[in-house]
């Protein structure tokens, strides 16, 4: 019996072993496909399954979590400039479908050469500039060609983004100068437009104190003639000439400048002689210059007569020059 027992020990548990090796464990988001002889048997999900050892066995797994394929794809533009154009593909098995899926071979390759023929279609249509701004464009051709071709296939496609295009290095330095020649050319426009304002302004502004400095000397010029006619007038009434006012107004006019002068603590003016006998023969000269053009009465005792705008008689009948009386 003893013998017995041990002959049948080994069968037993070699047995119990291979039984206990049918079972498995499928584990949360995958699918496994079981054969039979070679043959598709089922798909077993999450959980804790049976086959039946050295019958059955597990052909495939399938990660039902969803995934991200990126395909770079070299092409080249309307300007014949080679990019390379970078599609994620975001996709995920259907866990419907395993089936399907478990009859697509390479599945990935199948993808990429979905990817690669929209995309080679579409970018050689395209300028560098317009390609990069038809990214969304192309990735929802993508998307649409996928859908349409994979969903068939078991397989799900979640988004497709075109999250790069690479142009060569060379011609990526030839952008940047362009368009580093583009900023200065702007910046020197501009900068050359606020310089023609700034002088616009100031012109104005120059012409407008021009203007504004001829209105306040004309009109000092006015005030001034204003008070010479009124002084005059005044000293008309008192009896003196208005040759006699003349000349004293502009002997007044003499010092004060002097004056004038004299009260500026630094000054660059170059004095001219003022004696009494220079100012004497200035005003002397003045007055002749200011009669030359005036008409003389007839003599009276050898002496012609000059008489001055309001100029009344003197009636000794003397008509003596200030500066004379110097």
Do not use: W
Not at 7 to 33: D, E, M, N
Not at 257 to 280: A, C, R, V, Y
Request: net charge negative; with cysteine; proline share 4%.
């Amino acid at each position: 019996m003893e013998n017995i027992l041990l002959y049948a020990l080994p069968p037993i548990a070699i047995t119990i072993f291979v039984f206990l090796s049918g079972f498995f464990i499928v584990k949360h988001h995958t699918a496994v496909v079981v054969e039979r002889f070679g043959k598709f048997r089922a798909v077993k999900h999450a959980g804790l399954h049976f086959k039946i050892p050295l019958i059955d066995k597990i052909s495939d797994r399938y990660n039902m979590k969803i995934q991200q394929l990126d395909v770079p794809v070299e092409t080249k533009t309307k300007e014949n400039i080679f990019v390379v154009t970078t599609a994620s593909v975001q996709f995920k098995v259907n866990p419907d479908m395993v089936y399907e899926a478990y009859c697509v071979n390479e599945p990935y390759e199948q993808l990429m050469a979905y990817v690669y023929d929209v995309i080679r279609a579409e970018i050689p249509k395209l300028r560098l500039n317009e390609a990069f701004e038809s990214k969304d464009n192309i990735a929802a051709k993508v998307m649409a060609t996928l859908q349409d071709k994979m969903h068939q296939h078991g397989y799900t496609i979640i988004n497709v983004l075109t999250t790069d295009i690479e142009p060569d290095a060379h011609i990526k330095n030839a952008m940047n100068r362009i368009n580093a020649a583009d900023l200065e050319k702007s910046a020197a426009e501009y900068e050359a437009e606020a310089l023609r304002i700034n002088i616009l302004a100031k012109a104005k502004a120059e012409a407008e104190s021009k203007r504004l400095e001829g209105q306040g000397i004309a009109n000092q010029r006015r005030e001034i003639a204003q008070g010479l006619m009124e002084s005059v007038d005044v000293l008309g009434k008192a009896g003196i000439s208005s040759s006699e006012a003349s000349a004293l107004l502009m002997l007044t006019h003499h010092y004060d400048t002097l004056k004038g002068i004299g009260n500026e603590g630094k000054s660059n003016l170059i004095l001219m002689p003022n004696s009494p006998q220079d100012s004497k023969e200035m005003i002397h000269n003045m007055l002749v210059s200011f009669t030359k053009n005036i008409p003389a009465e007839p003599e009276n005792d050898g002496h012609k007569i000059i008489r001055f705008p309001n100029q009344a008689e003197n009636p000794s009948g003397d008509y003596e020059i200030l500066s004379n009386q110097l």
